[in-house]
């Protein structure tokens, strides 16, 4: 039984479905879980009993490495050298290594393999998967392309999980979406990057940024005018 589920395609909405329902699992369990914002992504580790450890990563022939996860033993590498990035890139770390966890690791093959491997005394080999960059796949896959696409799932579970849309809504009461400003207050109260935040509104369509123009200026979104 293979420790990684076989690729599968997920929309967007299949995969905000999934971070929603972590959420609501650990609502259920009690004030211990209970999400609250800015969000402490570590309780969502705690969760899922995966250990987070923070370490240099040195990295590999493809380039630096931000964190990876390794299944058999539940855990999860965070590279030391991310601590000096901005605000929330930490946060989005974990939650993306937590979004591999959740979309694309058998638990039942990890939890049984990682036993019998303790039981047999012999050395496990934790392939880990590491975390890099990503974008949304809808062309014919091949090997290289199936990794970029369950990267961009990881990542987009990530937004999910950090920036709920329920919260969001909360969040924007009173505010415009097209002033910096206020797109800024938001951040400090969600706990996430400002570029993670101007991903997470446009994927709703809430804003939009002209990517042709160097302009800064924010639109108001499909969502947002309809």
């Known amino acids: 039984m293979s420790i990684f589920k076989p690729y ?10 999934r971070a929603n329902n972590v959420l609501r699992r650990m609502a259920q369990r009690g004030d211990q879980f209970a999400p609250c914002w800015p969000f402490d992504v570590t309780l969502v580790a705690d969760f899922f009993d ?6 240099r990563i040195p990295p590999d022939e493809q380039g630096a490495i931000a964190a990876r996860i390794l299944p058999l033993q539940r855990c999860i ?12 890139f930490q946060e989005s770390t974990l939650a993306h290594e937590i979004g ?15 036993d019998r491997l303790i039981t047999d005394l012999t050395p496990a080999t934790d392939e880990p998967f590491v975390c890099r960059g990503s974008r949304e796949v809808n062309s014919p896959l091949n090997h290289a392309s199936v990794l970029e696409s369950m990267e961009w799932q990881a990542q987009y579970f990530a937004g999910c999980l950090l920036m709920p849309r329920r919260i969001l809504e909360e969040k924007r009461q009173g505010r415009d979406l097209t002033y910096w400003s206020h797109l800024y207050e938001m951040r400090e109260e969600l706990g996430v990057s400002i570029s993670n935040l101007v991903n997470r509104l446009q994927d709703l369509e809430w804003i939009y940024l002209d990517k042709k123009t160097r302009k800064r200026d924010i639109y108001p979104g499909k969502a947002l005018v309809s």
């Not at 995966?50 to 370490?55: A, N, P, Q, S, T």
């Not at 590498?77 to 929330?88: A, R």
């Open 8 to 17: 599968r395609y997920y929309r967007k909405e299949a995969i905000e479905y």
């Open 50 to 55: 995966l250990g987070v450890i923070w370490e």
């Open 77 to 88: 590498e965070i590279n030391e050298e991310i601590l000096d990035k901005p605000q929330g």
């Open 100 to 114: 591999h966890w959740v979309l694309h690791i058998n638990h039942a093959a990890a939890t049984e393999t990682g």
